[in-house]
């Protein structure tokens, strides 16, 4: 008899519970079914919004209407201007070191979106021909550059560059000597000069990326090059903006063309028609094809 009971008692909670979830919320399924009807065309309804794309409350648009635009904009042009500043002043202690041990002729600076490059320009000053051996000229430049760059926190790239003059004495392409002075560059900056090593690399280019396209000796010195890049670690957004500050330091960013802001569609008030309206149209789908040395 108890397990009859137990029985019988577990049944009727099994219906209550079915019955629980049998029960349905008119109101939802009311909006629901409106909510379908209209979605497929069958019939027009007050309470469905039928406005496409974007929609936002006329209380929430701004006078600009370019949503967060000015405020990232405002950001990015500030950034840019901190970094101009900082990678000056450390342009500026670079240089005066140089001039301390007279060799700042050698050096070329350049600001620009990816950071600071320190420009050893002509093979001959920091490198015996056809060698990756640092010069005695070399060793005076890298150390005296080297206190500056240490405590900086900016990851800094030395990327070597030769002429084009295919295979040399030494190396079997200019891919070898570049790589191989841009690595002689990265020890003396590390073991002598103190730099983190986690913040360098070293990558050599061979004459893929000349800075000058004549075949004149004073190009090919040009190509024949090792560049310390101090980079940026700014966003993208605000190292765009660097050389807008460079060109205009007093001026803001150029205006962001504002994004058009959709307004609301009124709902239609028409009563909806007896019967069922004809489904719209579907549009036709469109393709989507459409070394030196």
Request: with cysteine.
């Amino acid at each position: 008899m108890a397990s009859d009971m137990d029985m019988v008692t577990v049944l009727m909670c099994m219906f209550i519970v079915l019955f629980a979830m049998s029960t349905v919320d008119q109101n939802k399924f009311k909006q629901l079914a409106n909510s379908l009807a209209t979605g497929f065309g069958a019939v027009e309804s007050t309470e469905v919004d039928l406005a496409e794309g974007v929609v936002v409350r006329p209380d929430l648009v701004d006078e600009q209407a370019a949503g967060f635009t000015a405020t990232d904009t405002t950001t990015d042009i500030a950034l840019a201007r901190a970094e101009v500043d900082e990678l000056s002043s450390l342009r500026e202690k670079m240089r005066l070191a140089l001039v301390e041990k007279g060799v700042a002729e050698l050096v070329q600076f350049e600001i620009d979106e990816r950071g600071l490059t320190v420009g050893l320009i002509g093979s001959e000053t920091f490198f015996q021909p056809d060698r990756a051996d640092l010069s005695a000229q070399a060793v005076t430049v890298l150390d005296s550059v080297a206190p500056s760059l240490a405590p900086d926190t900016r990851d800094i790239s030395v990327e070597g560059h030769a002429d084009r003059h295919g295979r040399t004495v030494n190396f079997p392409t200019d891919w070898e000597l570049s790589s191989g002075r841009a690595t002689q560059v990265l020890r003396r900056l590390v073991e002598h000069g103190g730099v983190p090593q986690v913040r360098v690399g070293a990558v050599g280019y061979g004459a893929a990326r000349p800075a000058a396209a004549g075949e004149t000796l004073e190009d090919m010195a040009q190509n024949r090059r090792v560049d310390v890049v101090v980079l940026s670690s700014l966003p993208d957004s605000a190292r765009a903006l660097i050389p807008h500050v460079l060109e205009h330091p007093g001026e803001p960013a150029p205006a962001a063309t504002p994004s058009p802001t959709r307004t609301p569609t009124p709902s239609p008030t028409k009563a909806p028609a007896k019967g069922h309206s004809k489904p719209p149209a579907k549009a036709p789908a469109k393709d989507a094809h459409g070394s030196g040395h």
